[in-house]
């Protein structure tokens, strides 16, 4: 704890041209943005947070499309800080939908009255440090200016969604809608000719909620993906309970492991260990308890690293998909070709994916054999045929872990901008700074494992390990941090080399940056495991905080004194 403030807080401010001056800024009231600010009060600190969206809930604020849910056990994608939310709280399903997620998010806020050092709806346009002063300046498109000597990006790693720029959209007579930006109102597509493109995490979930409602629904797919089934249930009762009674056990351990999750056995052998009859037995095991992504691709050691092993493993979902989908063109169409590796792209879950194909509303176009051509007003012409719609849903991605820190003009009175920094490519040391933007923090910063695991943990670990680092500035006098180029580019091959040696990097996926034309392709996520980049991180900061530069910048108290006039 810090006995005072590091600067004093200038009440009000902000919507004029008068700066407000405190400790800390937050970008992003997600999950992270908040659990940050219940930290920061912890500490006696001050902050001012910029959230875009109108409430708190980040992915969980914009994601309304239907059939949007997490991932990972919503007893693991929960908050660690605080016994009595833990207590408080219950979970209905396994995989909670978005509704509860936002609930539970919302529930955060009120809990902790969070909200009170948050401006929302306000976009963060520009921050710029001061070299003289030491102090980072967030400009907002309301007219805020907010200034403090440290600055965290807090805003998510797929927060800008992307829409490709199809011709003649504003020609179509019907609705669209992108499933990252989707409306508050409820949707209604009840008597609707409903056309989706995109078959990614997001299309897999939504397609089969869905086709269930709109009268025909026409699938527009690209890459076929493999998905596996999610098995979502409710919670059993009790469940939660005896999950929380040893909430600190789970906590240690799930932190010492690669996806920051538990509940599917380790693989201990290799693939080629077992008889194909055993494979099939086995893998039959998994598909059957189905569950979280990493629970088929975690069947073997050698799925994500070695072709045999991954074909393997490809070779039973594309035969669980002619199993399942009767119309052998349809599901041919459905199986994702040889050179795709399983887990290269984001491996998604599901309920009832492949069984939707054989609903008779439902048709599945191959827009990589016949490109869609453009929008037209009745619908979507493609190369060999025309679609009469009434809606279209976007499910195309989003500019993922650097657009939403590109949009902002990130620069330093001396010159340095983060554009310049990464048009190479998103260079950071450890996902967490990048060099020559001193005091300037990403929260699941490309180069850290971030959306590689699960992301509740993650955000904790980074936030918990800034904020670490802000005290011991403090404590040493200290108030200036800078990555060094050189652990930067030490960091940026090591990440390099762990991706290029699994077959993860192959496909043409948004974690390399090619659903995005004229994105340089770099595989973002750290793919060393978050338990390995967990411990990195500790002993970095025991040594020393080795391959960052912590000195005092001479010029802060001026700026003090000039805050609290
Ligand atoms: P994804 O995983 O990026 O999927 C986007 C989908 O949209 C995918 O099927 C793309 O096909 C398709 N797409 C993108 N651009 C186009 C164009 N120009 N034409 C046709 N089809 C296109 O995004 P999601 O929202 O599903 O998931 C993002 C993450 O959110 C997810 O991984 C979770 O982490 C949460 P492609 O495969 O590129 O051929």
């Given at each position: 704890m810090?006995?005072?403030?590091?600067?004093?807080?200038?009440?009000?401010?902000?919507?004029?041209?008068?700066?407000?001056?405190?400790?800390?800024?937050?970008?992003?009231?997600?999950?992270?943005?908040?659990?940050?600010?219940?930290?920061?009060?912890?500490?006696?600190?001050?902050?001012?947070?910029?959230?875009?969206?109108?409430?708190?809930?980040?992915?969980?604020?914009?994601?309304?499309?239907?059939?949007?849910?997490?991932?990972?056990?919503?007893?693991?994608?929960?908050?660690?800080?605080?016994?009595?939310?833990?207590?408080?709280?219950?979970?209905?399903?396994?995989?909670?939908?978005?509704?509860e997620l936002l609930r539970y998010a919302i529930h955060v806020a009120d809990r902790f009255d969070l909200r009170r050092d948050?401006?929302?709806?306000?976009?963060?346009?520009?921050?710029?440090?001061?070299?003289?002063?030491?102090?980072?300046?967030?400009?907002?498109?309301?007219?805020?200016?907010?200034?403090?000597?440290?600055?965290?990006?807090?805003?998510?790693?797929?927060?800008?969604?992307?829409?490709p720029p199809f011709l003649g959209i504003e020609d179509f007579r019907g609705e669209w809608y992108h499933t990252g930006a989707w409306p508050h109102e409820e949707v209604d597509f009840s008597g609707k000719r409903v056309g989706i493109i995109g078959t990614g995490s997001t299309g897999i979930q939504a397609i089969p909620v869905v086709a269930a409602e709109a009268e025909h629904l026409t699938v527009f797919q690209r890459t076929p993906q493999y998905t596996t089934p999610a098995r979502n249930r409710p919670m059993a009762p009790g469940e939660q309970r005896q999950f929380n009674a040893h909430r600190t056990e789970w906590h240690d351990e799930v932190r010492s492991t690669f996806s920051a999750m538990t509940g599917f056995p380790m693989p201990t052998r290799t693939i080629h260990e077992d008889t194909p009859e055993e494979r099939r037995t086995y893998l039959e095991k998994r598909w059957e308890e189905g569950g979280m992504p990493q629970a088929m691709l975690a069947a073997y050691k050698d799925v994500r690293v070695e072709v045999e092993a991954n074909t393997a493993v490809a070779d039973f979902v594309r035969d669980k998909i002619r199993d399942i989908v009767k119309d052998p063109d349809v599901a041919g169409r459905l199986c994702p070709p040889k050179d795709l590796p399983i887990g290269s792209k984001r491996p998604p879950i599901d309920t009832d994916y492949y069984e939707t194909f054989n609903r008779d509303n439902v048709a599945l176009v191959d827009i990589k054999r016949a490109p869609i051509e453009r929008v037209t007003a009745g619908g979507i012409k493609t190369a060999n045929a025309e679609y009469e719609l009434d809606a279209i849903i976007f499910a195309t991605g989003f500019d993922a872990m650097t657009g939403s820190l590109l949009a902002i003009d990130i620069r330093t009175s001396h010159g340095a901008s983060l554009k310049d920094a990464w048009s190479d490519g998103p260079d950071t040391y450890l996902g967490l700074m990048v060099a020559g933007l001193p005091n300037l923090f990403m929260i699941n910063g490309p180069g850290s494992p971030s959306v590689k695991a699960n992301m509740i943990i993650t955000i904790e670990h980074h936030a918990d390990w800034i904020l670490d680092l802000i005290d011991h500035l403090a404590a040493e006098d200290f108030n200036r941090v800078e990555a060094t180029e050189r652990a930067q580019t030490d960091w940026v091959e090591h990440a390099r080399e762990v991706a290029e040696a699994t077959l993860m990097p192959v496909a043409d996926s948004w974690y390399v940056g090619a659903n995005v034309p004229g994105k340089k392709r770099v595989y973002m996520p750290y793919f060393g495991g978050f338990d390995r980049y967990r411990k990195l991180c500790d002993e970095i900061a025991a040594d020393g905080y080795r391959g960052f530069v912590l000195s005092r910048a001479e010029t802060t108290d001026t700026a003090s004194s000039a805050a609290a006039e």
């Open positions: 810090h006995a005072m403030p590091m600067t004093k807080t200038q009440l009000g401010g902000s919507r004029d041209s008068s700066p407000e001056f405190v400790d800390v800024l937050v970008v992003g009231m997600g999950f992270a943005g908040m659990y940050i600010l219940y930290c920061l009060r912890e500490r006696g600190l001050t902050a001012r947070a910029f959230e875009a969206g109108g409430d708190v809930g980040g992915t969980w604020y914009w994601n309304r499309y239907p059939g949007c849910r997490v991932d990972v056990d919503s007893v693991q994608y929960s908050y660690n800080f605080s016994e009595e939310l833990t207590r408080e709280w219950q979970w209905t399903e396994k995989f909670a939908s978005q509704p948050a401006k929302f709806d306000t976009r963060v346009i520009s921050a710029e440090f001061d070299e003289e002063t030491n102090f980072w300046t967030l400009r907002t498109d309301k007219g805020d200016v907010a200034s403090a000597p440290y600055c965290i990006m807090a805003i998510g790693s797929l927060s800008t969604p992307y829409k």
